[in-house]
T-cell receptor, first 114, second 113 residues
Framework: DAKTTQPNSMESNEEEPVHLPCNHS???????IHWYRQLPSQGPEYVIH???SNVNNRMASLAIAEDRKSSTLILHRATLRDAAVYYC???????????????FGTGTLLAVQP | NAGVTQTPKFQVLKTGQSMTLQCAQD?????MYWYRQDPGMGLRLIYY???????DKGEVPNGYNVSRLNKREFSLRLESAAPSQTSVYFC????????????FGQGTRLTVV
């Protein structure tokens, strides 16, 4: 499985944008980039995913480098409820995703200051 | 919508005892997963089931067995619990073509003494 590298921790101020980086230099052509987050004492929740193009949804935006070796999760206005561990995961979708597993790394602990 | 339901939420076992963690999803997903999370660590995949009738080992399968009982249910069994299996266990399900990612349960906090 291709690996991802994320900073252990980051800090942000409330109401400001947050850019969470992820490096994945060994990404293959069929790997999708997935982001999940885990709030304290909860199970992970899906945030966003993409292949090549930038993606937006109600929670966040995903910016993918042209060579796909890195990506950035963007929270446009951080709130205190966004304090969580954010995981960047690569998932091979060659077989429609049916046989491929989600392998979590250690993620980035985001602290949001009021 | 219940989503992914895990039972029990908390459990204390003595070393050597056995137990089964139950997981059920009501989203008609084909794939289901079991993870463990040790304090301050990320999630590690124990077993997964791509579809009903299939199961495969993940990163840390030793000491565990699984059963995909039907499309809804995926159980995790500890035959002889050890203190090293003290952890929070998460079940998840997914149907990736929906674009919604995987859904996780709230976890089972297991302590083996």
């Amino acid at each position: 499985d291709a690996k991802t590298t994320q900073p252990n921790s980051m800090e942000s101020n409330e109401e400001e944008p947050v850019h969470l980086p992820c490096n994945h230099s060994t990404i293959s052509g069929t790997d999708y980039i997935h982001w999940y987050r885990q709030l304290p004492s909860q199970g992970p929740e899906y945030v966003i995913h993409g292949l090549t193009s930038n993606v937006n949804n109600r929670m966040a935006s995903l910016a993918i480098a042209e060579d796909r070796k890195s990506s950035t999760l963007i929270l446009h206005r951080a709130t205190l409820r966004d304090a969580a561990v954010y995981y960047c995961i690569l998932r091979d979708e060659r077989y429609g995703g049916a046989t491929n597993k989600l392998i979590f790394g250690t993620g980035t602990l985001l602290a949001v200051q009021p | 919508n219940a989503g992914v339901t895990q039972t029990p939420k908390f459990q204390v076992l003595k070393t050597g005892q056995s137990m089964t963690l139950q997981c059920a999803q009501d989203m008609n997903h084909n794939s289901m997963y079991w993870y463990r999370q040790d304090p301050g660590m990320g999630l590690r995949l124990i077993y997964y089931s791509a579809s009903e009738g299939t199961t495969d080992k993940g990163e840390v399968p030793n000491g565990y067995n699984v059963s995909r009982l039907n499309k809804r249910e995926f159980s995790l069994r500890l035959e002889s619990a050890a203190p090293s299996q003290t952890s929070v266990y998460f079940c998840a399900s997914s149907e990736f073509w929906t674009g919604l990612g995987a859904f996780f349960g709230q976890g089972t906090r297991l302590t083996v003494v």
